[in-house]
């Protein structure tokens, strides 16, 4: 009779299997390549993240969602960064890089809704992670007449890098970072560089938008692109 197989021989066949068969493009980046690319990345955030964090620059964006709702001098207030392993054959990954931070502004004024227009205003708060308050406003006969919506003079942002190591590709996802949105790229593992991570931040303080003319839009609003 044949030796069993182990279970490390079998996982390691559907490992290989499973990351050349489905993928059509032969260039694809060994595990280990794209996980010393992330790794260094996520090295030159955390510092970056660091420094912004001691600085509290001015971010030259104009946060407006509309309605009303607008945010006026924002500044880097603090952040930090993140990360999240996975195993393949073994050895650990980083497959995901979050940097998470907060933008300061100056008190948004209070806006007054009528009563049909509240559930979408806070649809598109919730959306983009503001919070808010909401007060209800009576006539004397207990009829809601307004609703008034207070929000704190702060704006939360992030960036999610998610990596496939199937295919290579790495998509990173914006929160807050240029527009109350979310918008998300798809780059290819190696062009997660310096120059790159550079026009991030130069993105993120609203020095300049080259950022997002380096990869293909993949999704906007949360949803994929095109749908």
Request: charged share 25%; proline share 8%; with cysteine.
């Amino acid at each position: 009779m044949p030796e069993p197989v182990s279970l490390m021989e079998e996982l390691r066949a559907q490992y290989e299997a499973a990351r050349v068969s489905p993928h059509e493009h032969a260039d694809v980046p060994g595990f280990q390549e794209i996980d010393a690319q992330l790794r260094k990345a996520y090295r030159w955030l955390e510092k970056v993240i660091a420094y912004l964090d001691g600085l509290h620059p001015p971010i030259a964006h104009r946060f407006d969602l509309g309605h009303g709702i607008a945010f006026a001098s924002p500044k880097f207030e603090r952040g930090f960064v993140g990360h999240h392993e996975q195993r393949i054959v073994g050895y650990p990954v980083l497959d995901e890089i979050n940097v998470s931070y907060q933008i300061a502004t100056a008190p948004p004024p209070p806006i007054e809704v009528a009563p049909g227009g509240v559930a979408l205003l806070e649809k598109l708060l919730d959306d983009v992670g503001l919070q808010y308050t909401a007060r209800r406003v009576e006539d004397q006969g207990g009829i809601v007449r307004k609703c008034a919506i207070s929000m704190p003079a702060q704006i939360p942002a992030g960036v999610a890098f998610q990596a496939d190591y199937r295919t290579g590709a790495v998509r990173i996802s914006l929160l807050n970072v240029d527009r109350l949105d979310r918008v998300s790229l798809e780059f290819q593992s190696r062009a997660i560089d310096e120059p790159t991570l550079e026009d991030l931040v130069r993105l993120i303080l609203g020095r300049s938008d080259a950022f997002l003319h380096r990869a293909p839009l993949v999704g906007v609003h949360g949803r994929p692109s095109g749908s």
